[in-house]
């Protein structure tokens, strides 16, 4: 069956330090991964996805996620957190043969201190 | 400009009581459109989805259904919501460049 997991319920990182959010899947066939953050009460935004190509995917807001197939991690990273990155950041993976059915991941919060 | 319209924001709304939320997208034709759930705590979890005017695919059967009368038109609903029908409603449109855009979402609590 596919799944997506965040181990980590919450990361704390210090401005100016990098950050790491977490994502393993598990997926049959090849994968479709994004990365969106949500801001408090609002919709979801997209950061980034990786369909094919290179395994090191830049995006949005100085994002950039590496696929690894090996891992099966997509790990989401950024070298040097603002507090405006505190948020709450999913994880999501595409099933299906298809962009269009995704599981989400149940979401890390990150909170960026000054 | 393609946009993703949701309303309302926020809803309060007595156990027993319909519940109807409305999605709709612009700038684009023949849209796949998505419902999703989020609950206090926990991942999106998938409702349903939609390819086509009619076309409705339900993945978790549960006390909502969708319906999508017009292209560019989603909507969730209810007949009598329960008090687990509260949390977060998104309506999400599927780019053909892949990923989505979402709305931005309803904050349902059941009372």
């Known amino acids: 069956a596919q799944s997506v997991a965040q181990p980590e319920d919450q990361v704390n990182v210090a401005e100016g330090n990098p950050l790491t959010v977490k994502c393993t899947y598990s997926?049959?066939?090849?994968?479709?991964l994004f990365w969106y953050v949500q801001y408090p009460n609002r919709g979801l935004q997209f950061l980034l996805k990786y369909i094919t190509g290179d395994n090191l995917v830049k995006g949005s807001y100085g994002f950039e996620a590496e696929f690894n197939k090996s891992q099966t991690s997509f790990h989401l990273k950024k070298p040097s957190a603002l507090v405006s990155d505190s948020a709450l950041y999913f994880c999501a993976v595409g099933y299906g043969g298809s962009q269009g059915n995704l599981i989400f991941g149940k979401g890390t919060k990150l909170s960026v201190k000054p | 400009s393609q946009t993703i319209h949701q309303w309302p924001a926020t809803l309060v709304q007595p156990v027993g009581s319909p519940l109807s939320l409305e999605c709709t997208v612009e700038?684009?034709?023949?849209?796949?459109l998505y419902w999703y759930r989020q609950a206090a705590g926990r991942g999106l979890q998938l409702l349903f989805y939609?390819?086509?005017?009619?076309?409705i695919s339900s993945e978790v059967p549960q006390n909502l259904s969708a319906s999508r009368p017009q292209d560019r038109q989603f909507i969730l609903s209810s007949k009598k919501l329960l008090l687990s029908d509260s949390g977060f409603y998104l309506c999400?449109?599927?780019?053909?460049?892949?990923?989505?855009?979402f709305g931005s979402g309803t904050r349902l609590t059941v009372v």
């Open positions: 997926v049959s066939g090849n994968p479709y």
């Open positions: 999400a449109w599927e780019k053909r460049s892949g990923g989505y855009t």
């Open positions: 700038g684009t034709s023949n849209p796949n």
């Open positions: 939609s390819v086509g005017i009619g076309q």
